[in-house]
């Protein structure tokens, strides 16, 4: 039996070396992804840019870098997504850009998203959520404070990866 209550939600914030719009553009496009979080890549083909509806299938845990031609393998999480919304900031209108990613599966379920909040011409906020649960068997009163601080400590490290790449020159 599934619970259908939303999962707890984890966020993790931090001001980054860039103007909105460029930020935004590598929060938004999970093709960028694996440039800055930790020990992910893209399964699959990349396919265009993000578009409502756009589906990608990132692969996650320590093997995840070692051999990208290959299916997955011991140690790597697939994690199925569709991009549910994306509002592009604008730092003249201090407007809030916004990606949700509904996640599919089969390990994770539930929502992640970037808000990306302009603070001036070069720095922004950017604000990594998730919303994300274990598909199962184990109750969730079991696993998701267990899930909360995997992801709480994954976000800090790949947000902090995010902030050094935007600081250099030519990206």
């Known amino acids: 039996m599934t619970s259908s209550r939303r999962a707890r939600r984890v966020e993790v ?3 980054v070396p860039a103007e909105a719009s460029v930020a935004f553009s ?8 694996p440039r800055w979080i930790v020990a992910t890549r893209l399964a699959g083909p990349a396919g265009p ?14 093997g995840a870098r070692r051999d990208p031609g290959s299916a997955m393998g ?5 994690d199925r997504m569709v991009v549910e919304q994306l509002e592009r900031p604008s730092t003249m209108q201090a407007r809030v850009g ?6 599919l599966g089969p390990v ?12 001036d011409e070069r720095r922004c ?5 998730e919303e994300a649960h274990l598909a199962g068997p184990l109750p969730r009163a079991v696993t998701d404070p267990l899930v909360g601080l995997f992801l709480r400590q994954f976000m800090r490290i790949s ?13």
């Open 159 to 171: 947000l902090s990866r995010l902030s050094r790449r935007l600081e250099r020159p030519g990206r």
């Open 26 to 33: 590598w929060v938004a496009d999970l093709r960028t992804h």
């Open 108 to 119: 994770l379920l539930g929502d992640a998203g970037f808000d990306v909040v302009p603070l």
């Open 98 to 103: 916004r990606t949700r990613l509904r996640k």
């Open 49 to 62: 840019g993000p578009e409502i509806g756009s589906r990608y299938t990132m692969a996650s845990g320590p």
């Open 13 to 15: 914030a931090r001001i």
């Open 125 to 129: 906020r950017v604000v990594w959520w």
């Open 74 to 78: 011991r140690l790597v999480v697939p």
